[in-house]
Antibody, heavy 122, light 106 residues
Framework: QVQLQESGPGLVKPSQTLSLTCTVS??????????WSWIRQHPGKGLEWIGY???????YYNPSLKSRLTISVDTSKNQFSLKLSSVTAADTAVYYC??????????????WGQGTLVLVSS | SYELTQPPSVSVSPGQTASITCSGD??????ACWYQQKPGQSPVLVIY???KRPSGIPERFSGSNSGNTATLTISGTQAMDEADYYC?????????FGGGTKLTVL
């Protein structure tokens, strides 16, 4: 059973960089056909895709966040990470990491972390 | 950019059939999936590749996708099915979510 766990600061100051890590257990991050995703949800709102990364390092980002976003992978630790720079209060959200199965047509997220709330405030 | 449109809310009586739609340009040419999210919980995949159910998802959940509309159908809706439902598609290597539909069972 694949499990994902987000970790990182729950409070970030405006203009600083939000950094989160997702640790994958019960499966290898280097498995073929899976992309490793970040998704966020503003309080009381819907889901917003942030981006994903393949174990090889290939990345795909939400165009609206691309200029501030970096997603990286560390296969030796079975982890992937998110960095979002120049944050504002609008980046306050619950951040989820998830595994996206893109092996059979389209992509769907079959395993999700529990989510972590990040508050942007001074 | 690609957009998916869902009704904000749908109501259904217990035991009846609930249908939640998701509209997008030529959505039927893409693969749609659906997630269920209950308050304070992470989303759960209930339908993928238009019609497939993950292991552990009850048979009362089914999906279809044709033309510009994907539909999630819940037959014999139960109180436990009350939740937010999100459709999702994959377009040009990016993931797109619908705005979500709140399903009320009353």
């Amino acid at each position: 059973q694949v499990q994902l766990q987000e970790s990182g600061p729950g409070l970030v100051k405006p203009s600083q960089t939000l950094s989160l890590t997702c640790t994958v257990s019960g499966g290898s991050i280097s498995s073929s056909g899976y992309y490793w995703s970040w998704i966020r949800q503003h309080p009381g709102k819907g889901l917003e895709w942030i981006g994903y990364i393949y174990y090889s390092g290939s990345t795909y980002y939400n165009p609206s966040l691309k200029s501030r976003l970096t997603i990286s992978v560390d296969t030796s630790k079975n982890q992937f990470s998110l960095k979002l720079s120049s944050v504002t209060a609008a980046d306050t959200a619950v951040y989820y990491c998830a595994r996206a199965d893109c092996s059979g047509g389209g992509c769907h997220s079959d395993y999700w972390g529990q989510g972590t709330l990040v508050l942007v405030s001074s | 950019s690609y957009e998916l449109t869902q009704p904000p809310s749908v109501s259904v009586s217990p035991g009846q059939t609930a249908s939640i739609t998701c509209s997008g340009d030529k959505l039927g040419d893409k693969h749609a999936c659906w997630y269920q999210q209950k308050p304070g919980q992470s989303p759960v995949l209930v339908i993928y590749q238009d019609t497939k159910r993950p292991s552990g998802i009850p048979e009362r959940f089914s999906g279809s996708n044709s033309g510009n509309t994907a539909t999630l159908t819940i037959s014999g809706t139960q109180a436990m099915d009350e939740a937010d439902y999100y459709c999702q598609a994959w377009d040009s290597r990016t993931v797109v979510f619908g705005g979500g539909t709140k399903l009320t069972v009353l």
